[in-house]
């Protein structure tokens, strides 16, 4: 593969796809927003990262968390796994990039380079790092803060653009307290974005998927640690395809006007409206971490104070932007504009523009996925088979196929049409724990 270097950073733009027509007394505006960054990279190839003449991407600094506690010993194979995934990520790296091996227990130990510093990616320091590798065993606890806080202050001391972290564990976070993650999650977030990836089945869904969510990363179960590799070369290709960090969605709207709520769509739910920043008068900016060659789509939900027929007023304009230090930020030039129009044509005031219809059904699966497990869990065979009835109807009606699959090895499908399920006496645990991890995913609307 040839290399090649790029002279600039992605393209981005914004498309609004919405009904704007409401009733008369009408008040709720709901929109999709389509952001996409192109002319970056390699979008939609098979490789998610672009390939670069050494020193022309942008500057990175990633950290691998590797989880090193005992349970990593059984079978020993989880370990030997490990290593040879952190190995395969350490080779994926472009040169020049900074990185940092970290092993996790109970305290957090810098593996490579150590020394309260980050090495600087080429085949000698990638080597050192693989030696560094075969000498990593397991035991101890888990306390998956002090990991992400050692990786923060190794990233930090990197003067780059894209900081990134990789984090990998096998079980339950129970040398720390919950309030003692969240704590070094808030401290984190913004800081540098993470991918969190539980291997086996002995680790806590909601613990990793709560991390990629509050750092703005991927959540995925790797069930059988044979797939460990391929899985963190996959993303380490991404992250060497990030080009822009810090991305913000920057919401404006008119006085009198109420953001109900802003949330990712699309590649997966993510809510943002708690995230919200201030940017100045009426407006907001909500993050969204950082973009290589990509397109998701946001949905954005406003109240406006009602008006009168034939009345048409501008009810929030969307832009991005990157938030920089001093308070200021860079805009990245594209904008999109969400309006309302208040008409008497019922036809042209009831319809639901096909976008909204469709990420509002995604939603809505997630969320019966998710209540419909805990249900389970908690032993309301009844309740839990309501919701995850709904849920294969969702997902039958919007053809995710990939959520159907995972769904009908936890339910015995009678008709998907009408979400009439039967709850299997027995289920995997992995295959529980994936559906659970993949509720989020979401397959995107045919435009």
């Given at each position: 593969m040839a290399n090649?270097?790029?002279?600039?950073?992605?393209?981005?733009?914004?498309?609004?796809?919405?009904?704007?027509?409401?009733?008369?007394?009408?008040r709720e505006v709901n929109a999709i927003v389509t952001v996409t960054a192109t002319g970056g990279g390699t979008i939609g190839s098979?490789?998610?990262?672009?390939?670069?003449?050494?020193?022309?991407?942008?500057?990175?600094?990633?950290?691998?968390?590797?989880?090193?506690?005992?349970?990593?010993?059984?079978?020993p194979t989880k370990m030997r796994n490990a290593r040879d995934a952190t190995a395969a990520a350490i080779d994926t790296l472009r040169d020049g990039t900074h990185f940092a091996v970290i092993g996790g227990t109970h305290v957090a130990k810098e593996v490579y380079p150590g020394g309260g510093r980050l090495a600087v990616a080429d085949a000698r320091t990638r080597e050192e790092a693989k030696q560094a590798l075969r000498r990593l065993g397991a035991g101890g606890g888990t306390a998956i803060g002090t990991w992400l806080r050692l990786a923060d202050r190794l990233l930090s001391s990197a003067d780059v653009a894209i900081r990134h972290g990789i984090l990998l564990t096998d079980g339950r976070n129970e040398h720390e307290s919950p309030e003692d993650l969240r704590a070094a999650l808030d401290e984190c977030a913004g800081r540098f974005t993470c991918d969190a990836r539980g291997v086996g089945t002995d680790w806590e869904v909601k613990?990793?998927?709560?991390?990629?969510?509050?750092?703005?990363?991927?959540?995925?179960?790797?069930?059988?640690?044979a797939g460990l590799a391929a899985d963190f070369t996959h993303m380490m290709e991404t992250a060497m395809g990030k080009e822009v960090a810090d991305v913000a969605l920057r919401v404006w709207t008119p006085v009198g006007t109420t953001i109900r709520?802003?949330?990712?769509?699309?590649?997966?739910?993510?809510?943002?409206?708690?995230?919200?920043?201030?940017?100045?008068?009426?407006?907001?900016?909500?993050?969204?971490?950082?973009?290589g060659d990509e397109s998701r789509d946001y949905h954005l939900c406003v109240e406006v104070p009602a008006a009168g027929l034939g009345r048409e007023m501008l009810a929030a304009r969307v832009s991005l932007v990157v938030p920089q230090p001093d308070g200021t930020a860079q805009n990245l030039g594209?904008?999109?504009?969400?309006?309302?129009?208040?008409?008497?044509?019922?036809?042209?005031?009831?319809s639901i523009n096909p976008q909204v219809a469709h990420y509002t059904g995604q939603a809505e699966l997630a969320q019966a996925i998710q209540k419909g497990l805990d249900l389970r869990k908690?032993?309301?065979?009844?309740?839990?088979?309501?919701?995850?009835?709904?849920?294969?109807?969702?997902?039958?009606?919007?053809?995710?196929?990939?959520?159907?699959?995972?769904?009908?090895?936890?339910?015995?499908?009678?008709?998907?049409?009408?979400g009439t399920v039967r709850l299997k006496a027995k289920v995997a645990e992995a295959d529980e724990m994936t559906l659970e991890t993949r509720s989020t995913k979401t397959v995107r609307v045919k435009k």
């Amino acid at each position: 593969m040839a290399n090649f270097a790029k002279s600039h950073a992605p393209q981005f733009s914004v498309d609004v796809y919405q009904n704007e027509y409401l009733p008369e007394g009408g008040r709720e505006v709901n929109a999709i927003v389509t952001v996409t960054a192109t002319g970056g990279g390699t979008i939609g190839s098979a490789l998610a990262a672009p390939v670069y003449a050494p020193g022309h991407g942008p500057s990175a600094a990633v950290a691998v968390m590797v989880d090193c506690s005992g349970s990593m010993d059984y079978p020993p194979t989880k370990m030997r796994n490990a290593r040879d995934a952190t190995a395969a990520a350490i080779d994926t790296l472009r040169d020049g990039t900074h990185f940092a091996v970290i092993g996790g227990t109970h305290v957090a130990k810098e593996v490579y380079p150590g020394g309260g510093r980050l090495a600087v990616a080429d085949a000698r320091t990638r080597e050192e790092a693989k030696q560094a590798l075969r000498r990593l065993g397991a035991g101890g606890g888990t306390a998956i803060g002090t990991w992400l806080r050692l990786a923060d202050r190794l990233l930090s001391s990197a003067d780059v653009a894209i900081r990134h972290g990789i984090l990998l564990t096998d079980g339950r976070n129970e040398h720390e307290s919950p309030e003692d993650l969240r704590a070094a999650l808030d401290e984190c977030a913004g800081r540098f974005t993470c991918d969190a990836r539980g291997v086996g089945t002995d680790w806590e869904v909601k613990e990793v998927t709560g991390i990629a969510s509050a750092l703005l990363g991927t959540a995925d179960i790797v069930a059988d640690p044979a797939g460990l590799a391929a899985d963190f070369t996959h993303m380490m290709e991404t992250a060497m395809g990030k080009e822009v960090a810090d991305v913000a969605l920057r919401v404006w709207t008119p006085v009198g006007t109420t953001i109900r709520f802003v949330k990712q769509v699309a590649p997966t739910v993510e809510e943002l409206t708690g995230r919200r920043t201030e940017a100045g008068p009426r407006a907001g900016d909500y993050p969204t971490g950082s973009w290589g060659d990509e397109s998701r789509d946001y949905h954005l939900c406003v109240e406006v104070p009602a008006a009168g027929l034939g009345r048409e007023m501008l009810a929030a304009r969307v832009s991005l932007v990157v938030p920089q230090p001093d308070g200021t930020a860079q805009n990245l030039g594209a904008q999109g504009l969400v309006r309302a129009v208040w008409t008497d044509d019922m036809t042209a005031s009831t319809s639901i523009n096909p976008q909204v219809a469709h990420y509002t059904g995604q939603a809505e699966l997630a969320q019966a996925i998710q209540k419909g497990l805990d249900l389970r869990k908690a032993g309301d065979f009844d309740g839990a088979t309501a919701k995850l009835g709904r849920a294969v109807q969702l997902a039958s009606a919007s053809g995710n196929a990939d959520t159907a699959k995972l769904l009908a090895k936890v339910v015995d499908v009678v008709d998907a049409a009408t979400g009439t399920v039967r709850l299997k006496a027995k289920v995997a645990e992995a295959d529980e724990m994936t559906l659970e991890t993949r509720s989020t995913k979401t397959v995107r609307v045919k435009k």
